[in-house]
């Protein structure tokens, strides 16, 4: 009984399936691609950090969002990578770890969805009343949604992995290419029907609260800018809600498609490298979205380039010299 006990303390991850011959190249494929989310990631965070100008409520929100980012391509790419070239057999994690990176997946998915309806909240202050923006979008109010993001999430994905953890083990497999919550509670012989209605119930709840806050702010916003002559707000409107729009897309389409694929058993496999795509897509695209659509912080970039390039640097000095 005691090596039972020991033996079930450590997992057998499945991780990445490729072939020997994909192996280098999904390797290389996925490092650089973590590579590109870290540093672009935490640049735009300290470019907003760094420049008072966009010292602004919106670009702080996003700060949240790319922190998210990072942190939830940490969570699993860096272990993934890890195991690539090693054998199924050698793929092994202790239970306590896979708790914590179960938590983590969830906790970077429920923050990627409450961080977008609260920066639908601030483009439905700013455009639907812009007299009372600065009034209401004050910096206590923006870091006091900032930790309401966190701390919510943190709840809801606490409980939900806390009634999987305290479950005992039967199994050692996770069938998976990282801890998730259905990982956890696959490896008991109990009866999960808490867990199943609560998971549940907390993806409904989100979801709702996600979908329902984006239509509604974003309908209230399409009606103001209906009614308005005002080109110039319409069109600063509309760069800015589409830039949030098409985050929340790549989002939404990421999780639809990881839902759609686990009701198909023949697509398992898909299924699991769609699972991965939810931490590596959205991290990637978002930093390249709001880095191109956002004026600000677009030029702020080109600046950035332009006065780190020693040609432009000559032409300049030249300029000024006559």
Known sequence: MENQTLDLSVLLVEGLKVSPQSSVPAFILLLLIY????????????????ERSLHQPMYLLF?????NDVFGATTIIPRILSDVFLPMSRHLMS??????????????????HTVLMVMAFDRYVAICNPLRYATIMTPRMVLGLSVWVWAVSFLLVGILIILSARLSRCRRVIFNPFCDNASLYKLSCENVLVIHVYGLGM?????ACSLGSVMLTYLR????????KNQALNSKALQTCATHLAVYAILLFSGCIIITLHRFPSLSDHGKLASIMLHVIPPAMNA?????QIKAIREKVIAIFR??????QKVKNWDGEK
């Not at 590579?35 to 760094?50: E, Y």
């Not at 993806?203 to 979801?207: D, N, S």
């Not at 006065?307 to 432009?312: A, I, L």
Request: charged share 5%; with cysteine; glycine share 4%.
């Open 35 to 50: 590579i590109f989310i870290m540093v672009s990631n935490i640049g735009l965070v300290v470019l907003i950090c760094m």
């Open 63 to 67: 700060c949240n969002m790319s922190i």
């Open 95 to 112: 239970y306590n770890e896979c708790v914590v990176q179960a938590f983590c997946t969830h906790y970077h998915a429920c923050i990627a």
């Open 203 to 207: 993806a409904m709840l989100i979801m």
């Open 221 to 228: 916003i399409a009606m103001v800018c209906l009614r308005s």
């Open 288 to 292: 390249i979205i709001y880095g191109l």
């Open 307 to 312: 006065m780190k390039t020693p040609g432009k």
